[in-house]
T-cell receptor, first 117, second 113 residues
């Protein structure tokens, strides 16, 4: 079984500041992938960034970067220079390769990020 | 290119009825997964289809079923609806498995009254 823990139910951040959203995970699978998704109020889940467990470098996608600390089982999302449009729910998720994705994506409870002008 | 399309966007049903939701994946994507999102339970995996075969299934009762057609379009069916089935149902498609990322649709919001 896999588990994702997001300890920040909500966050308020000033526009243009950097944001770090916390994510810790638990899995017995030696090969796994970690994802971050953004869900605005419209409901659609928007893929932000992916990190494979054997990837040597931390993933980056534009303003998004993933601070992957494998020994600590941590996969924090960093958003640089936050914008008002970044206000949304953010979900961390894990997918286990060895099980062939038997559990699908396992999501955390999410963090509600609000960017203030 | 077109994204993942889910229809209908909103649905209201009565307890005991059944409902069918539809998902058209991104062209070329052969994997389609379904998720249920509720305020209490969060996002939960329902099942995944690949090339018309159910590949994985989450921990949901048999009232929840699905299928995938030869054009990769997928349908999800819920029979004997219960109030607790009220949720946002999200469909996701993938080309290259997990590494390529799963692209989600906007979801179908089902309300059971």
């Amino acid at each position: 079984a896999q588990k994702i823990t997001q300890t920040q139910p909500g966050m308020f951040v000033q526009e243009k500041e950097a944001v770090t959203l916390d994510c810790t995970y638990d899995t017995s699978d030696p090969s796994y992938g970690l994802f971050w998704y953004k869900q605005p109020s419209s409901g659609e889940m928007i893929f932000l960034i992916y990190q494979g467990s054997y990837d040597q470098q931390n993933a980056t996608e534009g303003r998004y970067s993933l601070n992957f600390q494998k020994a600590r089982k941590s996969a924090n999302l960093v958003i640089s220079a936050s914008q008002l449009g970044d206000s949304a729910m953010y979900f961390c998720a894990i997918w286990g390769y060895s099980g062939g994705g038997a559990d699908g994506l396992t999501f955390g409870k999410g963090t509600h990020l609000i960017i203030q002008p | 290119k077109a994204g993942v399309t889910q229809t209908p966007r909103y649905l209201i049903k009565t307890r005991g009825q059944q409902v069918t939701l539809s998902c058209s994946p991104i062209s070329g994507h052969r994997s389609v997964s379904w998720y249920q999102q509720t305020p209490g339970q969060g996002l939960q995996f329902l099942f995944e289809y690949f090339s018309e075969t159910q590949r994985n299934k989450g921990n949901f009762p048999g009232r929840f079923s699905g299928r995938q057609f030869s054009n990769s379009r997928s349908e999800m069916n819920v029979s004997t609806l219960e109030l607790g089935d009220s949720a946002l149902y999200l469909c996701a498609s993938s080309l290259a498995g997990a590494r390529g990322g799963y692209t989600f649709g906007s979801g179908t919001r089902l309300t059971v009254v």
